[in-house]
C-alpha cells in the first residue's frame, strides 16, 4: 500500500501530461483544415474573379498539397484524414479550365490528362454507390470538355494521336469515329 501512496504523485503527474496531451491533439484534430482543399477554394474565387494566371498557380499549390501530403508520416496519416484523390483530380480539372482562359490550350490538355489519370472514371471498389456515381459523372465531365477542345482544335488532337488521320490508309474504308450510323440522312449502305 506504501508502493501506491508514494508513486501516487508520478501516477497523477503522468495523467496530468497525458490527459493534456490528449487535449492539445484533440483540438489540432477538431480545428484541422486541409491546405489541400484551402488552395482549391481560393483557386476558385480567382477563376471566378477573372484572375487566371492565380487561379493555376492556387490550383498547381493544391496538387502540390495533395502530393505532399501522400508522403506524410505514418504518424501524420494515422492522426489526420487523407488527402483527397477527388479534390486533386478537380484541382486538376479547374486547372485545364483556366489555362484555357488564358490561351494555353497546350498546358490544358495535359491538365486533362492529368485529371483523369487521378480519376479515370472507372476504379471505384469499396466506394457507396452514391459516391462512385458522382465520381464517375465528374470523369465524364473532364472527358467530355478534352473532347470538345479536341473537336474545336484539331491541332491539339493531332499532337495527342487523335486525329482522324487523313491522309493514311485505305481511302475506301469510312474513318471508326465517323460511324455512318451516327451521321444525319440515310448514309451508305456499303459503308455499315
Known sequence: MRFFQENRKRWLFAALVAGAALLVGGYRLATFT?????????????????????????????IAAYKHEQNASWLHRFIYPQPSQELAALACFQKAKAQLQNNQAELA???????????????????????????????????????????????????????NGKGKGDSNKPDPGN????????GNRDDI
Not at 460511324?179 to 440515310?186: A, C, I, S, V
Open 109 to 163: 490538355v495535359e491538365s486533362f490528362k492529368d485529371s483523369l489519370k487521378l480519376n479515370p472514371g472507372d476504379r471505384y471498389e469499396g466506394l457507396a454507390p452514391e459516391e462512385a456515381e458522382r465520381l464517375h459523372e465528374e470523369a465524364m465531365v473532364v472527358k467530355y470538355d478534352l473532347e470538345m477542345l479536341f473537336k474545336s482544335r484539331p491541332d491539339l488532337a493531332q499532337q495527342q494521336g487523335k486525329g
Open 34 to 62: 486541409s491546405g489541400q482543399a484551402e488552395l482549391y477554394n481560393l483557386g476558385l474565387k480567382a477563376y471566378e474573379t477573372g484572375d487566371m494566371p492565380k487561379a493555376i498557380q492556387l490550383f498547381d499549390q493544391s
Open 179 to 186: 460511324d455512318p450510323g451516327t451521321q444525319p440522312g440515310k
